[in-house]
Nanobody, 120 residues
């Protein structure tokens, strides 16, 4: 089993910054990708940013140039630096980790989510 724990959410004014962290632990043989999703009230969950073990990144158009995803492979940790935050970035942010257990079976695990609120 794999545990995924996010941290770093909170309340910030428009134009401000926040840094989210997500750590994966447990029976992990390899992590293929670590991903940030978000879900605003009344909306579907959407992919915000992703990063592979090799460092390739992908961003939603709405956050390009403002958000940066990075990871520490040794710690099985991913970060999301969010700058120039807008009210429309308000959502619960979820971390998703995809990889393989020690028996090479694949997994996809979610964290519990962390609230980000952008408001004056």
């Amino acid at each position: 089993q794999v545990q995924v724990v996010e941290s770093g959410g909170g309340l910030v004014q428009p134009g401000g910054s926040l840094r989210l962290s997500c750590a994966a632990s447990g029976n992990i043989f390899r992590i293929y990708s670590m991903n940030w999703y978000r879900q605003a009230p009344g909306k579907q969950r959407e992919l915000v940013a992703s990063i592979t073990s090799g460092g390739s990144t992908n961003y939603a158009d709405s956050v390009k140039g403002r958000f940066t995803i990075s990871r520490d492979n040794a710690k099985n940790t991913v970060y999301l630096q969010m700058n120039s935050l807008k009210p429309e970035d308000t959502a619960v942010y979820y971390c998703n980790t995809r990889g393989a257990y020690s028996d090479l079976k694949v997994f996809g695990s979610w964290g519990q989510g962390t609230q980000v609120t952008v408001s004056s």
